[in-house]
């Protein structure tokens, strides 16, 4: 009898110690199982709200570099012409349009401009603005302040003073073989300030400016370059 009271303890104090084991066991699972439903929308809107702050300030970082980069190619291309036209002793130009609302700079010989390819991807003379600095096509809008040069008659010839940021700009600027302003045809060697300019389209326009504008300004007759942006360069 008493070996079964014995026996029936030490059965009893075994139980008592699995019972306990395993309440401290389902404790820790409970405890490691992962983020309740609630913890992970609470993260997940943090998240959004995170992102609808930030976004702005990002593309608008990202339009300024675009726009940089791009005005620095209209600078390279109207400093290569004129020393090539210094070097080699002839009138060079350069040449700006739109073609598919996508802007194209040609740097030539002479004042006529070279045919005007069909679309932006032809290969020519005519090149993307951008291209080799990687650009997508529409990422930047180019404008001018001068006439059309589509004869050959009009290089250097100013349209107005200001720029249109509604309307995409075309346009030749020459320089004589000193790297010059050479004289204008219809108009007068002091006519100064001509300018070329891009900027970020304004949201939902294909050819309208958004305010980030950066320029190129020839402002003497001996060729002088200078750069502005923004309401500089109206």
């Known amino acids: 009898m008493l070996k079964k009271l014995k026996k ?3 059965v009893a104090t075994l139980k008592q110690q699995l019972a306990g084991e395993n309440r401290y066991t389902s404790g820790y699972v409970q405890q490691n199982a992962g983020f309740t439903l609630i913890e992970l ?3 997940v809107v943090m998240v959004g709200i995170l992102a609808a702050i930030a976004a702005p300030g990002w593309l608008g970082f990202t339009n300024r570099q675009r726009v ?3 005005n620095d190619v209209v600078l390279a ?3 290569d012409a004129q020393r090539e036209a210094k ?5 060079y130009s350069v040449s700006f ?5 996508v802007p194209m700079v040609a740097i030539h010989q002479g004042v006529v401009p070279p045919p005007t390819p069909s679309n932006p991807d032809q290969k020519g003379i005519w090149k993307p603005l951008g291209e080799d600095i990687e650009l997508k096509q529409k990422q930047v809008l180019l404008y001018t302040n001068l006439e059309n040069n589509s004869d050959g008659t009009k290089f250097n010839k100013k349209a107005s003073n200001t720029i249109s940021y509604t309307t995409l700009g075309s346009g030749t600027i020459t320089f004589d073989y000193m790297g010059a302003l050479p004289g204008t045809a219809g108009g007068s060697s002091d006519e100064l300030g001509l300018k070329i300019a891009v900027a970020a389209p304004s949201p939902g326009s294909s050819t309208s400016a958004s305010n980030l504008r950066r320029c190129v300004i020839v402002d003497t007759l001996l060729g002088g370059m200078r750069t502005a942006k923004d309401d500089k360069c109206n």
């Open 8 to 10: 029936k303890a030490v």
């Open 41 to 43: 929308i609470a993260v």
């Open 68 to 70: 940089n980069k791009a």
């Open 77 to 79: 291309a109207l400093q």
């Open 87 to 91: 070097k080699k002793k002839l009138s």
């Open 97 to 101: 349009q739109n073609v598919s609302n």
